[in-house]
């Protein structure tokens, strides 16, 4: 078993009191709670501060916390050879147990807490986050994900061991959302329902659509007589590239919107909007300088006709 | 009222889940749910209905509402402002991804 500092994790002394670590528990928690925090690691950065809180808060706890001893975190440890009798049978082996679920699994002999052995209850819900690529989250896909979850055995006491989870990821997810697999969590125990999945859907960002909610935005850059003139392009989309007029007169900062090639949303889908940019060449030699001189001498375009009132007080 | 969110977190499989689900998938106790929905931070399908039933979506929030009950030490109240305070920051946040997303 490794040891992990949990002193050091919510940044208090040793002889810390119980309003002190409560205080930096609450501290921490407001900083990095996964739910209100934006800060990098948040997730796991409070997993840790929690862990510890979970124990120090708790005098039993911390007392035998506090008889472990002092270590360097990740030593290997071994508790005194009397806790082995906490966990039933006496044939404890400490070897494959994570502090935390040690010390949850003390509430549990210590509050009476831990249910009647032979009552139905329900499996425990697991999370995992995934990480897809805009591909994967526009055409749906199946993942293989390993994780670690923590069970009770069949004496009722919490172990980790490694799951292999494989899932059907539906087309359309979006960052940010999360996902529910009923009855992929942990199994029921005594004949209770088995719990659930949760995904957090993290999608990549893509380098040329942008996502909003279920449309896309993709940059169209025309060049100045293409606006005046209108064209005909070839636009990249998710599904495949389209043909997309422009009309002669197109604006810079217009919305040309391809209804239904965005995110699938149920049976429909959102919209591809292509954003009207107008570039302009830097570099232009002297003949293509002349025709600009013509168009700039016979032009009667005034873009600046509403403002000439107020330059002319 | 809490304001749904814009783009609800759809489930893949189940678009309605029952009271005792939501009891178990929150961890919180029945009546802390009751007063979650009674501020309207939960929003059963049909308020007046002897058995309440939820669009899959409420999971996700009464499992919010328990984490925040329980790491910070609130009462369904206080958990309650907060959801709807985090519903506001995440549509404001929804809607600067658009208008960013339309600046180019």
Redesign the interface.
């Known amino acids: 078993m490794k040891y992990k500092d949990y002193y050091a994790a919510l940044g208090v002394e040793r002889s810390a009191t119980a309003d002190q670590i409560k205080a930096a528990y609450?501290k921490l928690?407001r900083k990095y709670?996964p739910?209100?925090s934006k800060e990098k690691n948040a997730e796991e950065r409070?997993k840790e501060v929690?862990e510890a809180y979970e124990t120090l808060k708790d005098p039993e706890k911390r007392a035998a916390y506090d008889q472990l001893g002092r270590h360097a975190p990740g030593e290997e440890i071994r508790p005194p050879p009397d806790w082995g009798q906490s966990f039933g049978d006496g044939q404890f082996s400490f070897d494959d147990v994570d502090l935390a679920d040690l010390f949850a699994n003390l509430t549990g002999r210590a509050g009476g807490g831990r249910r009647a052995r032979n009552m139905p209850h329900?499996g425990q819900?697991f999370e995992a986050a995934v990480r897809l690529t805009f591909d994967q989250a526009f055409t749906g896909t199946e993942i293989e994900f390993d994780m670690t979850v923590t069970e009770p055995d069949a004496s009722g006491t919490l172990r980790r061991s490694p799951r292999k989870i494989k899932v059907?990821i539906?087309k359309g997810v979006?960052d940010g959302?999360?996902?529910?697999?009923?009855g992929k969590g942990g199994k029921g125990v005594n004949g209770g329902?088995d719990g659930?999945l949760?995904l957090d859907i993290e999608v990549a960002e893509h380098p040329l659509y942008?996502?909003?909610?279920?449309d896309l935005?993709i940059?169209l850059p025309l060049a100045p007589w293409e606006a005046v003139l209108g064209t005909s392009v070839q636009l990249p989309t998710p599904a495949g590239a389209v043909s997309l007029k422009v009309a002669p007169g197109t604006r810079a900062g217009q919305?040309l919107r391809l209804s239904g090639r965005g995110m699938a949303r149920g049976s429909s889908a959102g919209h591809l909007?292509a954003?009207v940019?107008i570039e302009v060449p830097t570099v232009v030699d002297d003949a293509h300088k002349d025709l600009y001189r013509k168009l700039a001498e016979t032009s009667n375009f005034d873009p600046r006709a509403h403002l000439a009132k107020e330059t002319a007080r | 009222m809490i304001a749904p969110t814009?783009?609800p977190?759809?489930?893949?499989?189940?678009a309605e889940v029952t009271w005792t689900q939501m009891v178990?998938?929150s961890g919180l106790t029945e009546s802390e749910l009751a007063e979650l929905v009674q501020y309207g931070a939960l929003e059963p399908r049909d308020p007046r209905a002897a058995t309440w039933t939820f669009e899959?979506r409420w999971?996700?929030v009464a499992?919010?509402a328990s984490?925040?009950r329980r790491?910070?030490?609130l009462d369904p109240h206080g958990v309650s402002v907060?959801l709807s305070y985090?519903d506001r920051i995440e549509a404001l946040e929804?809607e600067l991804?658009?208008l960013?997303?339309?600046l180019?």
């Open positions: 609450r928690a709670h739910d209100v409070f929690a329900p819900d059907r539906p979006t959302q999360k996902l529910r697999v009923p329902p659930d949760y942008r996502v909003v909610g279920n935005y940059d919305q909007f954003l940019r | 814009q783009d977190p759809r489930v893949d499989t189940i178990t998938a899959a999971l996700f499992r919010k984490r925040l790491d910070f030490d907060l985090l929804a991804r658009k960013r997303a339309q180019g």
